[in-house]
């Protein structure tokens, strides 16, 4: 690993430690009056002597430095300690031919609501502390569980796993028929090139579709997925670089990244009919207080801004996670995109998809967390990198080489 490539994969790994020290200073100052506690910028033992809810969020913020904190000592010694790091089979030895191990991939769906239901879950109670008076009020951690704060927030919490579920199920036909996908038979010669991809990641073959977008996309789940290519794809790209797109979102299914990212679009989609049922009822009570029928007609175009305007400001907490989560999942898909195919064809197919000049439909950037080419690039509550950090990552390698691999024969 060249020094630059050690830094493009440790200033990620340091934005988050950043993160996550943030957080637990945080959480150290709502609930002792705004007092920092400059130990917690390591990773140091929670104070046991506070109550349990305390402790249990902080050890949890603390594993996660634990965490960060390991991976930078691992790209560390991949760059100066490169024999050590391939003895603790962080990487491959010098000299040495690693084959790449990719049936062994995987990660869990389950986090992803758990961490949305909590954080809508800490924006409510966190309000009504403020409300209650905030740093000069009662501790944070002290907040009664039969408080308001708690009540709502559980049930919003509830409603948004619920509805998740319920959007998981039936993402796949709302996709497919906003795209209008051209399913293919398993005999044709795209389907057979996908499904040979498929088992060299040790996944089922998904269904094949196609359709007439300059895009591709991957939707269901891992056990029900569906893998689409746009056909201008098929003449616009090479056979390896269309291995790389195809690698790319197969990477997405044998990562669960499509069930994750389509929960948490139904979460936060119910988060703002949340609001707009909020809009619809204020919005009635003043139209009849004040018998203005006006209110009544701008009702279509007020709870769609509102709908907006929450996931951006009251659940802003969620809405950052999915984005977040929705740009580091890319980085994974092209590593498995280089993997399958080669890390030039990866970047040549982001290179030459990105070129295009025409916009993204609208089908596009309503499912832009699931399209290859993403709408707006690098902003904050964008759903992918930039290309520019895209092909950095690739020509670096810094997530090609935390694929698994085994020695070979």
């Known amino acids: 690993m060249t020094l630059g490539a050690f830094l493009d994969n440790v200033k990620p ?24 506690y400059p130990s917690v910028v390591l990773p140091l033992p929670p104070h046991l002597d506070w109550p349990g809810l305390f402790v249990l969020v902080d050890l949890g913020l603390t594993i996660w430095q634990v965490v960060l904190l390991f991976k930078v000592v691992k790209a560390a010694l ?6 050590t790091a391939a003895t603790l089979h962080l990487t491959t030895a010098p000299g040495e031919t690693r084959e790449r191990d ?16 909590g954080t809508v879950l800490f924006t409510c109670v966190f309000m009504q502390w403020l409300i209650m008076g905030g740093p000069l009020g009662v501790p944070f951690v002290l907040m009664p569980l039969d408080s308001p704060g708690w009540l709502i927030g559980g049930l919003l919490a509830v409603a948004g796993l619920v509805y998740g579920n319920r959007f998981t199920a039936r993402a796949k036909a709302r996709v497919g028929n906003s795209f209008g996908v051209e399913y293919l038979q398993a005999n044709h ?8 991809h498929a088992a060299t990641l040790g996944i089922k073959p998904p269904a094949v579709g196609v359709v007439n977008v300059t895009n591709a996309f991957a939707m269901g789940t891992r056990k029900d997925a569906a893998v689409v290519i746009g056909k201008p794809l098929l003449n616009l790209l090479s056979p390896q670089e269309l291995d790389a797109v195809i690698g790319h979102e197969l990477g997405h299914v044998v990562y669960n990244d499509v069930e994750r990212m389509q929960f948490a679009e139904g979460f936060q989609t119910m988060m703002g009919h949340v609001a707009n049922f909020g809009t619809v009822i204020a919005t009635t009570v003043v139209a009849q207080a004040t018998k203005d029928k006006r209110y009544g007609r701008d009702v279509t175009e007020v709870t769609g ?8 400001t009251l659940f802003a907490g969620s809405e950052l996670m999915v984005k977040g989560l929705s740009r580091a999942r890319e980085f994974k898909a092209d590593a498995i995109g280089a993997s399958i195919a080669s890390p030039e064809a990866m970047i040549g197919a982001l290179e030459r998809v990105h070129g295009i000049p025409a916009k993204p439909t609208g089908a596009e950037n309503r499912y832009g967390y699931l399209m290859f080419r993403g709408g707006k690039m690098g902003a904050l509550f964008s759903t992918h990198p930039t290309l520019k950090r895209r092909t950095d990552a690739l020509r670096s390698g810094a997530h090609l080489k935390t694929l698994p691999g085994k020695k070979a024969a």
């Open 13 to 36: 790994l340091a934005a988050r430690y950043l993160t996550a020290t943030a957080l637990r200073l945080g959480w150290y100052a709502i609930n002792s009056g705004l007092r920092l």
């Open 78 to 83: 991949i760059r100066y300690q490169p024999d």
């Open 102 to 117: 990719l049936t062994s991939l995987g990660r869990t769906v389950v986090s992803t609501p758990l961490v949305l239901a």
């Open 189 to 196: 010669p795209l389907a057979q090139r996908i499904a040979g």
């Open 305 to 312: 801004a509102m709908g907006t305007a929450a996931r951006h």
